[in-house]
């Protein structure tokens, strides 16, 4: 296992407020002669979405000058390895030029704090980096909905009502689905709340996402399993991809169909209408 230094790359339009994006990393490994980065250069609505009041131009150009100085200094590194090895009071030139990448400047481009890990193989490693800060490769639907959960728990509490509900998985001999919040009477489910994310980045993962869900009632309504209403808190996708908002509003439909009630996991007055029909 070989030692390994890590910064995070930030894009920080507002010093204002402190907000940031991750959008790369770049890794270096002071024994092994090693300088790399990766950078988010195409795929970036996500970002620009977040910050709607900055033009993606201003991103680009940001990028763009960053991956140049940055090629710059990964070119600087490998010319010559035997530079490498060169000792500037103590510190190796990689060393050296990550203090200088990451030493405070302005701009709307910022580096977290130096971090260590240890791998096999760095570049290995660097993927692995990048897609867990940058393509957050953990965010997975199932770990979306648990935060979501957690905020209609929050929200539920807020309107004084959480007590009614208590998960539970509801089935019809075949068929089960699992649901966070039902509110049950004499063993039927008079209430369903189940938070869903519909901001996966293929569209047809939104629209099956939608329809999986919308099955799941219509399946559980028609063997009077459900007896009352049901209310989809969601997450819709980030601004700035039609293509995926299309998908969305599409499986909100689906949902819809169903006979369920579709309102914004964030938004506390609007679960509470969806409460309303209970």
Known sequence: MDTLL?????FAPFSETGEFANIGIVLIGPGLNYFDFKIQRKKYSRVTGFFGEVHPHIYRSAVRNLFEELNRMRSATTRDSKQLALNF??????????????RKKEG???FSEVRMVLAKDANA??????????DREFATPQYIEQIMEKEVRASLKTLGVADRY???????????????????QNGLAHGVIKPISLSQERPESIIEHGNKWSYAVHRLKKVGKIRGSVLFPMRAPEAGDERRYSAYLEACELLRSSGAHVALSTDVSDIKNGLSAH
């Open 89 to 102: 009071e103590g510190k190796s030139l990689t060393n050296l030029i990550l203090q200088e990448i990451t």
């Open 166 to 184: 208590t998960e539970a998985r509801l089935q019809d001999g075949v068929y089960q689905a699992r649901f966070p919040f039902v509110e049950l």
């Open 125 to 134: 490693e660097l993927e692995r980096l990048y897609r867990y800060y940058v």
């Open 108 to 110: 709307v481009i910022r």
């Open 6 to 10: 890590y910064t995070i790359v930030r």
